[in-house]
């Protein structure tokens, strides 16, 4: 174990005696730290630990907490960013509240475990569709994000890919938040979001534009707007279907992606 930093000065410099800034009345002594000095105190023995000990131990706490009422307040915050009980003059934290799972991540967390999908591509306006079965989705809740991994199932056919989706209600904003990564196309991370919440139980997120690659020889480019329609059809089914519309003067929009789950 490294033994504690020390500073030593000598007890008198130009004649006079070494004070502290802070201790304009007080000598240093040799053989104490500069914290210790100050005070006047002999050094405490060093407690060496890991910077970022506490952080990890705090982290370790985050557990996603079941269904509890939105009103429910738990008995301690387990958040790293604040100290102590998460109390400030015995009033509990806005943060500390919007921890608390509320009704949209009690759903989320009803859709938790293993899914099979049958995905459905449609290229263009009018296309043939480009079905795409035995694809299996992994959902399980990460603090109060849903995270979903789909890729082939074991022993299928299909070329191998893995495409990562995150849900989270933002109780701050009061709005819906989406981000999916696909390693098939080279579209990179794709963020969307609602503009409020979930209206006859269809939730609709609008991705940011994006300059579509294209599936011809060349880079095609073209701006694109799309969205993503999340419908829960039942605790054993749901639907994700995505709408596109290209920059291409005519605003034609068509149903572009869609994802059947079943479980």
Known sequence: MAACPVIRLSPRQHGRPARTPSSPGRAWRPGLTAHSASRGRRPSPCKHQAPNASYARAAHSLRFPGKESRSAVPARITSPYLAGSGRLGGMTTAAERLLVPGPEEQHL???TGTWTV??????????????????????????LYLQETMHPAPGGAG????RIDYLHYDRVEGRWKYVSMDTRLP???????SFGPAENGTLR???EPLGFVGFGDEVGGT?????????????????????FIVADGTAREWLAVQYEYRR
């Open 109 to 111: 967390a009803g859709r």
């Open 118 to 143: 049958i995905a459905t591509m449609w290229p263009a306006p009018g296309a043939e569709p480009i079905v795409s079965d035995g694809l299996v989705a992994e959902r399980t809740m990460i603090g």
């Open 159 to 162: 070329p191998d890919f893995r």
């Open 187 to 193: 579209v990179s991370i794709m963020p969307a979001r």
């Open 205 to 207: 997120l609008q991705f």
């Open 223 to 243: 701006l694109m707007q799309s969205d993503m329609r999340i419908t829960s059809q039942s605790p054993g089914r749901e639907l994700k279907q995505q709408h």
